[in-house]
């Protein structure tokens, strides 16, 4: 069957005719698939949620339970069928718990890689290519202009600014879900073994992965209470952006603001945001990553959901794979 009739683009997401199911959808449906815990891809409402283990604890430990009508669990490389498709989750290397989803039907398969990244990661499972006549992709950084750096570079830079300067409080905006963890493991890799405080905002996840076996070593809530002021010199705080951007970042002595993502390598963001110390660490491919993913899948035609759809629609055709945007709407790719 044509790739188009399996899976196409309806107002509320992705959508299977065969099998009666969204992809990541941005409304409420009867039954989705879930490919990951973050906000603008794991919704709560739905009547029917199919998803990996990982992916609902995430979502019940932020949205409470029951967050769904009812729930299943995908374990990856497991074949389930949903009326006449056949589904199979894989592991993406984006945050815990993160899939793809593969989607059969008559001999034709589409992978929908959600987000996903291909570097080492020590808090999640890494990407697996899937072989596919149409992978679905993401290009939230589909440029060539990006390009990230070494994730223990960006570690040895904040670890660097820790000895420089003593004195103040590194505060670090980094997103809730994946970005923090994966910050504090990267840490912990690099050796820092001093305790990390964390806003209130991080510690449920924080505590969930830790609960599945990912040391982030000891972890302390960024709460003044009777503690004086300069007791938070020369620590690491981490926050999510939102609080980062208000007076929460200020109460600590002299902080020096860091923040966490693959935007930091536009320094316009940086400045923006008033971050001194901006670390290149993204939880999606660069460019590079990208386009070597797409080799090597090979797939007979690609479609690119959200992000910079263009240069990799243009990519793509040049090297003679069909290519085309899905436009979808209703992803956030600001939150990386
Ligand atoms: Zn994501």
Same mark, same amino acid.
Request: with cysteine.
């Given at each position: 069957?044509?790739?188009?009739?399996?899976?196409?683009?309806?107002?509320?997401?992705?959508?299977?005719?065969?099998?009666?199911?969204?992809?990541?959808?941005?409304?409420?449906?009867?039954?989705?698939?879930?490919?990951?815990?973050?906000?603008?891809? &794991?919704?709560?409402?739905?009547?029917?949620?199919?998803?990996?283990?990982?992916?609902?604890?995430?979502?019940?430990?932020?949205?409470?339970?029951?967050?769904?009508?009812?729930?299943?669990?995908?374990?990856?490389?497991?074949?389930?069928?949903?009326?006449?498709?056949?589904?199979?989750?894989?592991?993406?290397?984006?945050?815990?718990?993160?899939?793809?989803?593969?989607?059969?039907?008559?001999?034709?398969? @589409?992978?929908?890689?959600?987000?996903?990244?291909?570097?080492?990661?020590?808090?999640?499972?890494?990407?697996?290519? @899937?072989? $596919?006549?149409?992978?679905?992709?993401?290009?939230?950084?589909?440029?060539?202009?990006?390009?990230?750096?070494?994730?223990?570079?960006?570690?040895?830079?904040?670890?660097?600014?820790?000895?420089?300067?003593?004195?103040?409080?590194?505060?670090?905006?980094?997103? &809730?879900?994946?970005?923090?963890?994966?910050?504090?493991?990267?840490?912990?890799?690099?050796?820092?073994?001093?305790?990390?405080?964390?806003?209130?905002?991080?510690?449920?996840? $924080?505590?969930?992965?830790?609960?599945?076996?990912?040391?982030?070593?000891?972890?302390?809530?960024?709460?003044?209470?009777?503690?004086?002021?300069?007791?938070?010199?020369?620590?690491?705080?981490?926050?999510?952006?939102?609080?980062?951007?208000?007076?929460?970042?200020?109460?600590?002595?002299?902080?020096?603001?860091?923040?966490?993502?693959?935007?930091?390598?536009?320094?316009?963001?940086?400045?923006?945001?008033?971050?001194?110390?901006?670390?290149?660490?993204?939880?999606? $491919?660069?460019?590079?990553?990208?386009?070597?993913?797409?080799?090597?899948?090979?797939?007979?035609?690609?479609?690119?959901?959200?992000?910079?759809?263009?240069?990799?629609?243009?990519? $793509?055709?040049?090297?003679?794979?069909?290519?085309?945007?899905?436009?979808?709407?209703?992803?956030?790719?600001?939150?990386?």
């Amino acid at each position: 069957m044509k790739p188009d009739e399996l899976l196409y683009p309806a107002p509320k997401g992705l959508y299977c005719a065969k099998g009666d199911f969204y992809i990541d959808p941005v409304q409420p449906v009867e039954r989705a698939l879930i490919t990951h815990g973050h906000s603008d891809h &794991a919704r709560a409402g739905h009547g029917h949620v199919l998803a990996t283990r990982e992916t609902l604890d995430i979502m019940r430990v932020r949205y409470g339970d029951p967050f769904c009508g009812a729930s299943q669990i995908a374990s990856f490389g497991e074949t389930i069928a949903i009326n006449e498709a056949r589904i199979r989750f894989h592991p993406a290397g984006h945050v815990l718990g993160s899939a793809q989803i593969s989607v059969e039907a008559y001999g034709t398969r @589409v992978v929908v890689s959600g987000d996903y990244k291909r570097r080492p990661d020590p808090t999640c499972t890494p990407f697996e290519p @899937v072989l $596919c006549d149409v992978f679905i992709t993401e290009a939230t950084f589909g440029l060539p202009v990006f390009h990230h750096p070494n994730d223990e570079r960006e570690i040895n830079r904040l670890l660097l600014s820790l000895k420089q300067f003593p004195e103040r409080s590194h505060v670090v905006g980094a997103y &809730a879900l994946g970005k923090a963890q994966r910050l504090i493991a990267l840490l912990r890799r690099q050796g820092y073994d001093a305790p990390v405080h964390i806003h209130g905002a991080l510690a449920k996840l $924080c505590e969930y992965y830790q609960g599945q076996g990912i040391d982030l070593g000891e972890i302390r809530p960024a709460t003044l209470g009777r503690e004086s002021r300069q007791d938070f010199a020369g620590a690491i705080i981490i926050g999510p952006p939102s609080a980062f951007a208000d007076r929460w970042a200020r109460r600590f002595a002299d902080p020096l603001a860091v923040f966490a993502s693959g935007w930091m390598l536009i320094r316009q963001r940086a400045k923006q945001r008033g971050v001194e110390l901006p670390l290149v660490i993204s939880d999606h $491919c660069d460019w590079a990553e990208l386009t070597q993913t797409i080799k090597e899948i090979t797939p007979s035609e690609v479609w690119v959901t959200h992000g910079r759809e263009e240069a990799l629609v243009r990519w $793509c055709e040049l090297q003679g794979i069909p290519a085309r945007p899905l436009h979808l709407v209703g992803y956030d790719d600001e939150g990386e």
